[in-house]
Protein backbone atom coordinates (compact mmCIF):
# COMPACT_ATOMS: atom_id res chain seq x y z
CA UNK A 1 0.00 0.00 0.00
CA UNK A 2 1.46 3.57 -0.75
CA UNK A 3 1.78 5.53 2.09
CA UNK A 4 1.65 9.40 1.99
CA UNK A 5 4.90 10.90 2.60
CA UNK A 6 5.05 13.84 4.38
CA UNK A 7 6.87 17.25 2.91
CA UNK A 8 8.68 19.67 4.54
CA UNK A 9 8.39 21.84 6.88
CA UNK A 10 5.85 19.42 7.84
CA UNK A 11 6.43 19.63 11.88
CA UNK A 12 6.31 15.46 12.02
CA UNK A 13 9.34 15.64 9.81
CA UNK A 14 11.48 17.01 13.55
CA UNK A 15 10.25 14.35 15.62
CA UNK A 16 12.57 11.93 16.71
CA UNK A 17 11.95 8.34 16.53
CA UNK A 18 11.40 5.83 18.73
CA UNK A 19 13.16 1.88 18.87
CA UNK A 20 11.51 -0.56 17.37
CA UNK A 21 10.62 -2.31 20.29
CA UNK A 22 9.69 -5.65 18.46
CA UNK A 23 9.96 -7.11 14.39
CA UNK A 24 6.27 -8.25 14.53
CA UNK A 25 3.87 -8.25 11.39
CA UNK A 26 2.56 -5.10 11.67
CA UNK A 27 6.76 -4.04 11.19
CA UNK A 28 6.83 -6.10 8.17
CA UNK A 29 3.55 -4.53 6.41
CA UNK A 30 5.39 -1.36 7.29
CA UNK A 31 8.26 -2.57 5.45
CA UNK A 32 6.46 -3.64 2.77
CA UNK A 33 4.42 -0.42 2.30
CA UNK A 34 7.42 1.44 2.86
CA UNK A 35 9.38 -0.13 -0.05
CA UNK A 36 6.49 -0.14 -2.39
CA UNK A 37 6.08 3.55 -1.64
CA UNK A 38 10.59 4.43 -2.11
CA UNK A 39 10.30 2.54 -5.54
CA UNK A 40 6.56 4.40 -6.52
CA UNK A 41 8.70 7.35 -5.48
CA UNK A 42 11.49 6.83 -7.64
CA UNK A 43 13.38 6.93 -4.40
CA UNK A 44 16.31 5.58 -3.24
CA UNK A 45 15.43 5.52 0.90
CA UNK A 46 12.82 6.37 2.99
CA UNK A 47 12.29 6.87 6.50
CA UNK A 48 9.60 5.89 9.16
CA UNK A 49 9.54 9.26 10.25
CA UNK A 50 9.21 10.28 6.46
CA UNK A 51 5.32 8.74 6.18
CA UNK A 52 4.76 9.88 9.57
CA UNK A 53 5.69 6.54 11.39
CA UNK A 54 8.29 7.31 14.59
CA UNK A 55 9.88 4.47 14.50
CA UNK A 56 13.67 3.66 13.69
CA UNK A 57 12.76 1.84 10.53
CA UNK A 58 14.98 2.81 7.14
CA UNK A 59 14.58 1.55 3.36
CA UNK A 60 17.34 2.16 0.90
CA UNK A 61 17.97 0.35 -2.56
CA UNK A 62 20.97 2.00 -4.23
CA UNK A 63 21.29 -0.90 -6.89
CA UNK A 64 20.62 0.38 -10.37
CA UNK A 65 18.03 -2.41 -11.20
CA UNK A 66 15.99 -1.59 -8.10
CA UNK A 67 15.86 -4.92 -6.69
CA UNK A 68 18.33 -4.67 -3.69
CA UNK A 69 16.03 -3.52 -0.73
CA UNK A 70 18.21 -3.16 2.90
CA UNK A 71 15.80 -3.06 5.36
CA UNK A 72 17.73 -0.94 8.63
CA UNK A 73 15.74 -1.54 12.43
CA UNK A 74 16.92 0.59 14.85
CA UNK A 75 20.23 1.75 13.23
CA UNK A 76 23.49 3.16 14.82
CA UNK A 77 26.25 4.53 12.99
CA UNK A 78 28.95 3.25 15.08
CA UNK A 79 31.67 4.65 12.66
CA UNK A 80 32.16 7.40 10.61
CA UNK A 81 35.17 7.85 7.74
CA UNK A 82 37.29 10.94 8.62
CA UNK A 83 37.42 11.86 4.85
CA UNK A 84 34.67 13.53 4.06
CA UNK A 85 32.82 14.42 0.56
CA UNK A 86 30.53 17.09 -1.31
CA UNK A 87 27.47 16.27 -2.72
CA UNK A 88 24.41 16.58 -4.54
CA UNK A 89 21.39 15.37 -2.19
CA UNK A 90 17.48 15.32 -2.72
CA UNK A 91 15.17 14.28 -0.76
CA UNK A 92 11.20 12.42 -0.82
CA UNK A 93 10.05 15.36 1.73
CA UNK A 94 11.28 18.24 -0.58
CA UNK A 95 10.42 17.24 -3.49
CA UNK A 96 12.54 18.78 -6.91
CA UNK A 97 14.97 20.87 -4.74
CA UNK A 98 18.64 19.70 -4.68
CA UNK A 99 21.63 20.89 -3.11
CA UNK A 100 25.41 20.00 -1.95
CA UNK A 101 25.52 18.46 1.75
CA UNK A 102 28.88 17.07 3.33
CA UNK A 103 29.06 14.00 4.12
CA UNK A 104 31.48 10.65 5.44
CA UNK A 105 32.90 9.20 2.55
CA UNK A 106 32.09 5.57 4.48
CA UNK A 107 30.14 4.34 7.11
CA UNK A 108 29.86 1.64 9.83
CA UNK A 109 26.32 0.47 10.89
CA UNK A 110 25.09 -1.78 13.22
CA UNK A 111 21.13 -2.99 12.94
CA UNK A 112 18.26 -5.26 12.93
CA UNK A 113 17.45 -7.08 9.50
CA UNK A 114 13.97 -7.48 8.39
CA UNK A 115 13.73 -10.74 10.09
CA UNK A 116 14.78 -9.07 13.69
CA UNK A 117 18.52 -10.64 13.55
CA UNK A 118 21.43 -8.43 14.57
CA UNK A 119 23.72 -6.93 11.52
CA UNK A 120 26.56 -4.69 11.05
CA UNK A 121 27.44 -3.18 7.58
CA UNK A 122 30.10 -1.31 6.44
CA UNK A 123 29.30 1.19 4.05
CA UNK A 124 30.53 3.41 1.16
CA UNK A 125 30.15 5.65 -1.62
CA UNK A 126 25.97 6.45 -2.57
CA UNK A 127 25.30 3.70 0.23
CA UNK A 128 27.05 5.90 2.97
CA UNK A 129 25.24 8.85 1.93
CA UNK A 130 22.22 7.23 1.81
CA UNK A 131 22.31 5.70 5.46
CA UNK A 132 23.04 9.24 6.68
CA UNK A 133 20.52 10.72 4.88
CA UNK A 134 18.04 8.34 6.09
CA UNK A 135 19.37 7.87 9.91
CA UNK A 136 19.24 11.56 9.99
CA UNK A 137 15.59 11.45 9.45
CA UNK A 138 15.14 9.09 12.36
CA UNK A 139 16.79 12.33 14.32
CA UNK A 140 14.22 14.54 13.10
CA UNK A 141 16.64 16.58 10.83
CA UNK A 142 16.23 16.97 6.91
CA UNK A 143 18.97 17.53 4.86
CA UNK A 144 18.21 21.07 3.75
CA UNK A 145 18.85 22.03 7.65
CA UNK A 146 22.79 21.57 6.66
CA UNK A 147 22.14 24.25 4.07
CA UNK A 148 22.68 28.11 5.20
CA UNK A 149 19.52 30.18 6.56
CA UNK A 150 19.28 31.90 3.55
CA UNK A 151 18.98 28.79 1.28
CA UNK A 152 16.53 26.95 3.98
CA UNK A 153 13.97 29.86 4.15
CA UNK A 154 13.80 30.03 0.84
CA UNK A 155 13.42 26.14 0.35
CA UNK A 156 10.97 26.36 3.12
CA UNK A 157 9.45 29.52 1.30
CA UNK A 158 9.00 27.92 -2.20
CA UNK A 159 7.47 24.38 -0.24
CA UNK A 160 4.80 26.23 1.86
CA UNK A 161 3.84 28.21 -1.74
CA UNK A 162 3.30 24.83 -3.50
CA UNK A 163 1.86 23.39 -0.08
CA UNK A 164 -0.67 26.30 -0.75
CA UNK A 165 -1.38 26.03 -4.40
CA UNK A 166 -1.74 22.25 -3.79
CA UNK A 167 -4.47 23.16 -1.38
CA UNK A 168 -5.99 25.40 -3.52
CA UNK A 169 -6.16 23.44 -6.50
CA UNK A 170 -7.84 20.56 -4.39
CA UNK A 171 -10.02 23.08 -3.08
CA UNK A 172 -11.43 24.18 -6.79
CA UNK A 173 -11.60 20.76 -7.91
CA UNK A 174 -14.07 19.73 -5.59
CA UNK A 175 -16.14 23.12 -6.15
CA UNK A 176 -16.06 22.14 -9.61
CA UNK A 177 -17.49 18.67 -9.33
CA UNK A 178 -21.29 18.36 -10.67
CA UNK A 179 -23.33 18.35 -7.70
CA UNK A 180 -26.47 15.51 -8.06
Known amino acids: MLLPILAFPDPRLNIVAKPVVEVDQRIQKLIADMLETMYDAKGI ?26 VLINPEITWYSPEKHVGEEGCLSVPEIYDKVERSVAVKVSYLDAKG ?22 LGKVFVEYLSKLKFNRIKTKMLKIQREEEKDAQYEKMSRPKL
Open 45 to 70: GLAATQVNVHERLVVIDVSDTRDQPL
Open 117 to 138: KPQQLEADDMLAVCIQHELDHL
